[in-house]
């Protein structure tokens, strides 16, 4: 008699539940093919490794089979001897993103070495998230034509409803809320197993029925309950991701827009630079975490987030590694999970926090404030940070905007230079008539001459003096300023 446990299966290998995916054939020819090396790539809990497992078994290649995993520390010892222990048959290597560059690229070399060799007592297969094909071939460009990389694609709805017809039957049962399973598992075998298991256990079928039984559920409570389950392990790892090193209430949330542009991405995967080129709002704030390296130091000071998240910072590709937090991210209410880790608000009524106005001669000021602003995660224009924008473009039409309205406050270092120069006679022409709405934070400096700027003086401002040491003032004024962006993001 067939038990719940051997038929939907959360973990192992579906024995009375298994699919063949799309890439099935393709991938047993090549695990057939002995010397030439193999990558299988793709999100996490679609069915890669087990459908490996599971050709191997059918082709009774298990016996020579070694199977070793980047997650676990005595596997890393012994893949970094790999190219030592000479004849090594079929060699499997799992979570093979989890592994440090120098083993990657030890990797290879000898998977490009066994090729050449055509050896066929010894061959390599690599399996990993999204681009781990890339992230091998970056160590070494000529395993190009050395290597077949294999995809693992979604699966598909019709894939999936295989899935549950083969629970079905196995277990001689009718599960009434089938399509929507299929539905929620948006392509993922593993989250399929999942919901089907719940299904079963609300019904009392733990086991082979006599007679056909079918189910009498909601998918919304079979949500709630996977849901609730779930939360006990990844709620907190999801709010640790989300605030990142510090809670910045004033900033654009960056980390925590990242999980949400995660969740909500089909591929279960994130090519930063790519979601930015959609989201160019928040270019400042998540751009300056990554190439900074506040988002690698993140996972680096959290060891618990690897867990659930992989980032690869040369290919600034962010990767979930659980499916199940994949379907716990994807069913959080998002407004009620941003209360929870601390922001006021994630709507930004301008394109840029701040924007800078200076003469050029300031421009060493300008850019340590611009610097300060951006590590509390807020957007700020600065012209040097967006010259390659600003190329071929006309220049007053570009930078015009900016200063008009793209900017919640314009900062204006009003310096014995400002009203001498041209361009910032032209910006101060696009944001004049914005003192009125309160937009304007001037910042003068006690080297200006007196009397200069008087039409200012009625307005808030900041000071900065120049005979005195900079950088102390200077953080003074970043940290007033993001006070102030705070009371604007609370209203």
């Known amino acids: 008699m067939k038990k719940l446990e051997e038929v939907f299966k959360k973990s192992g290998i579906p024995t009375h539940t298994f699919v063949q995916p799309y890439e099935y054939r393709k991938l047993l020819v090549s695990l057939r093919t002995p010397g030439r090396g193999l990558v299988i790539e793709g999100p996490s809990g679609i069915g890669k490794t087990t459908c490996v497992l599971k050709i191997l078994e059918d082709i009774t290649l298990t016996n020579n089979t070694l199977v070793l995993s980047g997650r676990k520390k005595d596997d890393i010892e012994l893949i970094s001897e790999l190219p030592d222990l000479g004849e090594i048959g079929l060699v499997i290597i799992d979570d093979f993103h989890r592994l440090e560059d120098s083993i990657k690229k030890m990797l290879s070399d000898f998977i490009k070495n066994l090729a050449d060799k055509e050896d066929s007592k010894s061959k390599v297969v690599i399996i990993g998230i999204n681009q781990a094909g890339n992230a091998l071939l970056h160590f070494a460009h000529d395993l190009t034509g050395r290597i077949d990389t294999i995809p693992f694609e979604v699966n598909s709805d019709e894939k999936l409803e295989e899935l549950i017809f083969k629970g079905e039957n196995a277990l001689k049962i009718k599960i009434n809320i089938a399509k929507d399973i299929v539905k929620e598992a948006q392509g993922s075998f593993h989250i399929t197993q999942m919901l089907c298991h719940e299904t079963c256990i609300d019904a009392g079928i733990l086991e082979e029925q006599d007679e056909i039984q079918e189910t009498n559920i909601s998918i919304e409570v079979v949500k709630q309950k996977v849901f609730s389950d779930l939360s006990a392990t990844f709620l907190s790892r ?27 991405n089909e591929e279960w995967s994130l090519q930063i630079d790519e979601i930015l080129a959609h ?9 300056q975490i990554v190439q900074k390296g506040y988002l690698l130091g993140h996972f680096e000071t959290n060891p618990e987030l690897k867990d659930v998240i992989h980032f690869e910072p040369k290919t600034k590709v962010l990767s979930v590694e659980d499916p199940k937090f994949v379907y716990f991210i994807r069913n959080i209410l998002w407004s009620k999970f941003a209360r929870q880790v601390g922001y006021y608000s994630l709507e930004f009524p301008s394109k840029y926090d701040f924007a800078l106005s200076f003469a050029g001669s300031d421009r060493n000021i300008a850019e340590e404030l611009f610097h300060l602003l951006q590590d509390h995660e807020l957007n700020i224009f600065y012209d040097k940070n967006e010259q390659h924008r600003i190329l071929a473009e006309n220049v007053e039409d570009y930078l015009g905007p900016i200063y008009k309205s793209e900017a919640s406050f314009v900062l204006v270092l009003f310096g014995p230079d400002y009203p001498r120069k041209i361009w910032t006679k032209f910006e101060s022409d696009q944001f004049k008539d914005r003192f009125g709405e309160k937009a304007v934070i001037p910042i003068w400096f006690s080297s200006a001459e007196p009397g200069v700027f008087d039409k200012t003086n009625k307005y808030g ?31």
């Open 279 to 287: 989201y160019q709002d928040h270019r400042g704030s998540v751009g």
């Open 238 to 264: 999801a709010k640790k991701f989300a605030t990142g090193p510090r809670l910045r209430k004033e900033g654009r949330a960056p980390y925590f827009h990242l999980l949400f542009w995660l969740a909500h």
């Open 461 to 491: 401002g900041l000071k900065l003096e120049k005979d005195k040491e900079i950088t102390p003032q200077l953080k003074e004024i970043s940290e007033i300023l993001c006070k102030r962006i705070e009371e604007e993001r609370i209203k």
